[in-house]
């Protein structure tokens, strides 16, 4: 019998997923779901089905179908699909992208960038990326409650993410809101087709300032592969900016937010935590396991038949693998549901799995390390200022974040 067709546009759902994907994983782990922009894609939710999923060659990066709001994003742009209605220079824009692409186009330009990501690199970018942290902290110091999203979780990786690229972060504000409908794709509603036109410009303004005064950073790196050796095009180039800059913050704030609302709903776990350091890289694995900040954007298209959890997904369909799904499966973690900040290494699915693997994997790890030191440093007596089931989940089915958390300091 085909299980019943689920919807994941349902608010219920998008504020509780972990209940449905439980029931999902016993009843049909390979189903058909309805996504919020209204396409119908197949969900996979559980763990070997989601690995096996990520590293097939017949699931498709490229012509996830267009149109389609936050269902497209995933593919083409870690966020949205451009809606129909723009033109096709602007999705064009910001749809060339590694995350968006097969081999061989996904090699070159996954090599173009892939030197500035590597663990050596990221770890010498570890006292900058402190100072940032303790200025933050020292920015909130008179404060006695503040949102801890708003001011250390969001502007951390932003900061990182602007200056390892060359831009600047003034602007920071403006490209959050963008940046902010962009992800939460269709449910973002009438303003997400001047939130990708915004950022595009925002992005040519860029390349052209850098282009007229190079620097030493990779945005002026990646404009001389281009302009110089034409390793990519200029599409290519204003896509590779949009995927660093999206992904490189939208993410790694709820790898922070998730984690503190994890540590802070039950302070025993924080108390712990703050008496053994030795425990934080454990933690913060098992923070991306057990809350992990992409919920679904992974979307793939088969490019033939391809039978997975014993379903056959037809040629041409658009399928969706449910990281949070995976990653809470009792198959492979026999006690999912429990949070335990000693788990050994667990294999988690939260940064993808085979060629499409998280490149900012080594980054977001350090970012969390050196925000988590920070604030059990500077902040022992850190609590939340709401009950955590009051706390308020980010609309849309990408991403897994806060709205906020209000914490006392
Ligand atoms: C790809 C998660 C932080 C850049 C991915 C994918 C996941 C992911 C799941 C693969 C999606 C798929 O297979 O469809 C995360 C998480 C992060 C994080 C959970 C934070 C905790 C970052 C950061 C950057 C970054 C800081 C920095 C620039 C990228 C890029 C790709 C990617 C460029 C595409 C790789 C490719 O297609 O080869 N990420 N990410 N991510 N991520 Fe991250």
Redesign the pocket.
């Given at each position: 019998m085909t299980p019943e067709l689920v919807d994941l546009g349902d608010p219920a759902f998008q504020a509780d997923p972990h209940p449905s994907y439980a029931s999902w994983r016993g009843t049909g782990p390979v189903r058909r779901a309805r996504l919020p922009s209204g396409l119908e894609a197949w969900l996979i939710t559980r763990y070997d089905d989601a690995r096996r999923a990520?590293t097939d060659p017949r699931l498709s990066k490229k012509s996830f179908p267009m149109g389609s709001g936050q269902a497209g994003g995933?593919s083409r742009t870690a966020g949205t699909a451009p809606p129909a209605a723009m033109g096709p220079g602007i999705g064009a824009a910001i749809s060339k992208h590694?995350?968006a692409v097969d081999p061989p186009d996904?090699t070159r330009l996954?090599r173009l960038v892939s030197a500035a990501f590597t663990g050596r690199r990221i770890e010498a970018l570890r006292p900058r990326i402190e100072q940032i942290a303790a200025e933050l902290l020292d920015g909130i110091e008179k404060e006695k409650k503040v949102d801890l999203i708003d001011a250390f979780a969001f502007p951390l990786?932003i900061q990182v993410?602007c200056e390892l690229l060359g831009v600047p972060a003034e602007d920071r504000d403006d490209f959050r809101e963008w940046s902010n409908a962009v992800v939460a794709g269709s449910q973002a509603g009438p303003k997400l087709g001047p939130a990708i036109e915004a950022m595009v410009g925002y992005i040519h303004t860029l390349l052209a300032e850098r282009r007229a005064k190079p620097g030493d950073d990779l945005l002026s790196g990646l404009i001389q592969v281009r302009d110089a050796e034409d390793r990519l095009t200029e599409e290519e180039l204003s896509s590779m900016v949009f995927?660093?800059l999206v992904?490189?913050h939208e993410?790694?704030v709820n790898?922070i937010g998730n984690g503190a609302y994890l540590l802070l709903r039950d302070r025993a776990e924080w108390e712990r935590l703050g008496a053994d350091r030795g425990l934080l890289p454990g933690a913060i694995e098992e923070f991306?396991r057990y809350e992990?900040?992409?919920e679904t954007?992974?979307?793939r298209v088969a490019t033939e038949d391809v039978e997975i959890g014993g379903v056959t997904i037809p040629a041409g369909d658009p399928v969706v693998v449910s990281?949070l799904s995976a990653n809470r499966d009792t198959d492979q973690y026999p006690d999912a549901d429990e949070l335990r900040l000693d788990r050994p290494n667990s294999h988690h699915l939260?940064?993808?799995h085979g060629?499409?693997?998280?490149?900012?994997?080594p980054?977001?790890r350090l970012e969390a390390q050196i925000a988590f030191t920070a604030l059990l440093d500077r902040h022992p007596d850190l609590r939340l200022d709401i009950p955590a089931e009051d706390l308020r989940w980010r609309p849309g089915l990408l991403l897994r974040g806060l709205e906020e958390l209000p914490v006392s300091l």
């Open positions: 990520l995933g590694m995350l996904h996954r990786p993410i995927l660093l992904a490189g993410t790694t790898l991306l992990g900040p992409v954007a992974t979307f990281l939260a940064f993808g060629i499409h693997y998280c490149l900012g994997a980054l977001a």
